[in-house]
């Protein structure tokens, strides 16, 4: 009789730029306050990568060296890396494979995988399958984005929510029943209409007008995006468990996407967990897209037991939204 091969987290890594952009600080650039944000958004303060020639992969090679470090690989035992990202370093080559160039995973392919806030459910769901299929050994699934890149910091119903950040994951075969058991993904590609950057892809390539028009910046429309932002994500969340035989009392954490507090509060009370067993940074890092559930789980690490069920759950632009179930392994 054989086990079942599922796909493990055997460890964690994670990395966020030193400089802080205070609520303080952005008031002076934008007509906001520290109030108004802090109750809006839930936000004190974001991370952002400073300096010429710095792009994402310059967040997630720290974060994927992190991991490695606390696993004892060296990179060039990586089999495959997928970054989940909406800021690649460039449109193309994918910034996996920079990463990996970076990094010296020599033995790896890579590829990018957009799904928005998304994205890092999207790509550990399709790195678990990469294991499942017992073809690879090593999988890294790296969420970076350095979203102060695409951020209109005249804008103040966008700019005080994002950051810059980057979390990563090793995914191992396993025989025990750990690591990643199930996921609930969904997408609707109606919601573009609501959060979206208006140019720079080949539907309107960029231009003169383009740029003068400030559409290479983060558009979205807040309420829409809001309603089915609750609505989704708390729904996945609950599919998820029912379809698992689970209730909030079989799960130790929630690791909810970290965009707005009232969201994640929205999903807490959706699946009857109680506010302490939330992981929450978004007052510290805002929202870091592709990042903020790794990033959760790299600070959370040590409060983390094996076998602890963890229900991560996101909602992104496009839409995408989902939840994941993972019994965790280390």
């Known amino acids: ?40 958004a ?5 991370r952002i990568l400073r300096g010429d020639g710095l792009g994402t992969s310059d967040l ?19 089999d495959c890396l997928i970054c989940a990202t909406v800021t690649p370093d460039m449109t193309f080559p994918a910034t996996a494979n920079i990463i990996c160039d970076k990094i010296g995973a020599v033995n790896a392919w890579g590829f990018d995988l957009g799904a928005a806030c ?18 690879y050994k090593k999988v890294v699934v790296v969420g970076a984005d350095k979203m102060s890149a695409i951020v209109d910091y005249t ?7 994002f950051g810059d950040g980057a979390g990563a994951v090793l995914l191992e075969p396993s025989h025990e029943g750990l ?9 609707d590609g109606s919601g573009r209409e609501f959060l979206h950057m208006k140019a720079g892809g080949s539907l309107k390539p960029a231009s003169i007008e383009t740029v003068k028009a400030r559409e290479h910046y983060i558009f979205q429309d807040g309420q829409p995006v809001f309603r089915a932002a609750v609505k989704s994500m708390a729904d996945a969340a609950a599919e998820l468990l029912e379809r698992n035989h689970l209730t909030g009392d079989d799960i130790a954490w929630l690791v909810p996407h970290q ?24 007052h510290k890092y805002g929202n870091t897209t592709a990042a903020t559930i790794p990033l959760c ?9 094996k076998g602890d069920n963890l229900v991560l759950a996101a909602f992104g632009g496009g839409f995408t939204w989902g939840a994941v179930l993972v019994k965790w392994t280390i």
């Not at 690591?179 to 969904?186: I, Q, R, S």
């Open 60 to 78: 997630a090679v720290p974060a994927v060296l992190d991991l490695c470090q606390r696993r004892g690989i060296s990179p060039d035992e990586i």
């Open 1 to 40: 009789m054989t086990t079942k091969t599922t796909a493990a987290i055997t460890a964690v890594g994670g990395f966020v730029p030193e400089y802080r952009l205070t609520n303080t600080e952005l008031s002076t650039m934008v007509d906001t306050n520290d109030e108004w944000i802090r109750t809006r």
């Open 259 to 282: 965009a707005n507090r009232r969201i994640i509060d929205a999903t807490a009370n959706r699946i009857g967990l109680a506010p302490e067993k939330v992981m929450l940074n978004i």
């Open 155 to 161: 804008d103040r119903s966008t700019c005080i929510l």
């Open 42 to 46: 839930g936000v004190e303060e974001r």
């Open 118 to 135: 998304s994205g890092f459910l999207f790509a550990l769901t399709t790195g678990t399958a990469l294991i499942e299929s017992g073809r």
């Open 179 to 187: 690591g990643v058991l199930d996921a609930n993904l969904k997408t």
């Open 297 to 305: 789980l790299w600070e959370w690490q040590s409060q983390l037991k």
